[in-house]
């Protein structure tokens, strides 16, 4: 029997939706399967670990900023709201959005990128393909009859709804405007087996509704989030929407970065409309004051953008929960050309101008040294699952997989400290 054969219980799910990868004892009936899901995502070393990684900026850079932890809770408390008034199960969508970043390695897209270059010959290196390898493989949990690890072993709805690109690499939609698969992909050649099975019954290439939900969570979080840092770290000030050449920027930071979902005119309306909002007030001066007055403009902005999307939703489909492959998130094109205008905002004054800094070369050459290091040194200078992986690899290839799931592993810090020990070693 199929899942599409089963009966929906009344929350919308049905028993294959809380199947697990291995099957495991029985458990007390206290939580629900998805509950439990949360609370092994919760306590993971791979979640404590975004507490020292990049989001945007540096997590040693400021007492303020964001870390990919701190990001990440605010993903799920957005994702869990949006996903409880469709009608989906909270935890199954708190549960991806908890999991989304756990596969970035450090450095956030910069090391991100230098690992894709080292992996090219190998299948590349995406940081949600590396989201489903933890996990599902490296993230220690649970271990299968036969020895082997399958990671957090969570049910097949919470690892669906983790699954941001359900297409291997260079296998996903076609850019209209460059006439190539899109870059992003989300699973590795070798995890194809635990992928095939979480994603049965599943429409090729489709996203269930809670991954929808996690996303746009995502997108929402990070384009407030990214600008009220920016914001209290003065490396932007709000009134340029108001200002001509700065407007210019905007949009074609959003060009260059996000492509043409949205036009250039779409873009300057949705200025217009952020503007006309009166969110904020001009002259940010870090006082308790402005800070409390930018903090409800973030609040503001995500409860525009998640109730539009909400209301658009429920239009479309009515009442009733609202699951996995029964409707699909309605986003109004409005409310995506004002999520893209503060991301261009993020790219224009920081992200961009970042890429010109001498530390964020620094940042790839050390993930360089630290992979090309570590294969020289291997199986010994790695830690000791990272050693086993190793020594169990079939191939050249393989081995190399398991060096760069080591390092993707790391935390901005330890990649540091590991850098200055292997590669630049003190002298006595």
């Known amino acids: 029997m199929t899942a599409l054969d089963e009966t929906l219980d009344l929350d919308g799910y049905v028993d294959a939706d809380r199947e697990r990868w291995v099957t495991e004892g029985s458990k007390s009936r206290a939580r629900t399967a998805f509950e439990r899901d949360r609370a092994r995502l919760v306590h993971s070393s791979a979640l404590r670990r975004l507490g020292a990684k990049t989001q945007v900026l540096g997590p040693s850079s400021d007492d303020f900023v964001r870390t990919r932890l701190t990001h990440t809770l605010e993903v799920a408390q957005v994702g869990r709201e949006i996903g409880k008034a469709l009608g989906c199960d909270p935890d199954v969508v708190d549960t991806a959005c908890l999991a989304h970043d756990l596969g970035h390695p450090p450095f956030g897209h910069n090391g991100e990128r230098a690992l894709a270059e080292l992996a090219r010959g190998i299948g590349g290196f995406e940081g949600n393909a590396q989201t489903l390898r933890l996990l599902t493989r490296l993230e220690p949990k649970v271990v299968a009859p036969d020895g082997t690890a399958v990671g957090l072993n969570l049910t097949r709805a919470s690892l669906d709804a983790s699954v941001k690109y359900p297409w291997r690499h260079l296998q996903g939609p076609v850019s209209a405007a460059s006439g190539r698969p899109t870059h ?4 590795y050649e070798d ?7 979480l994603r049965h019954d599943a429409p090729e290439g489709r996203k269930c509704l809670e991954a929808q939900v996690m996303d746009l969570a995502d997108d929402i979080s990070y384009s407030v989030h990214d600008v009220e840092d920016a914001v209290v770290g003065a490396r932007l000030d709000l009134e340029v929407l108001t200002q001509p050449d700065e407007r210019d920027r905007v949009v074609e930071a959003v060009s260059t970065w996000y492509g043409d979902a949205v036009s250039d005119a779409e873009l300057r309306d949705a200025m217009d409309r952020l503007v006309r909002a009166q969110l904020w007030r001009p002259g940010f001066d870090g006082s308790r004051g402005a800070l409390a007055m930018l903090k409800d403009a973030t609040s503001q ?34 409310t995506l050309a004002e999520i893209l205008v503060l991301k261009g905002l993020a790219v224009a004054y920081v992200m961009a101008p970042r890429e010109l800094e001498p530390l964020y070369h620094r940042q790839r050459e050390m993930l360089t040294d630290l992979v ?8 010994l200078a790695l830690e000791p699952p990272f050693a086993a992986d190793w020594q169990a690899a079939a191939n050249d290839a393989a081995r190399l997989r398991v060096v760069v799931d080591q390092v993707a592993s790391l935390t901005d810090v330890s990649a540091a400290d590991l850098h200055a020990r292997l590669v630049h070693p003190p002298r006595h």
């Open 184 to 187: 992003k992909f989300g699973v």
């Open 191 to 197: 995890d194809l087996p635990v992928f095939e099975w």
């Open 372 to 379: 090309r290091v570590l294969s020289d040194r291997a199986p």
């Open 301 to 334: 902005l995500i409860g525009r953008f998640a109730k539009a999307s909400q209301l658009a939703t429920r239009e479309r489909y009515g009442p009733g929960p609202l699951t996995r492959y029964a409707a699909e998130l309605v986003v109004p094109h409005e």
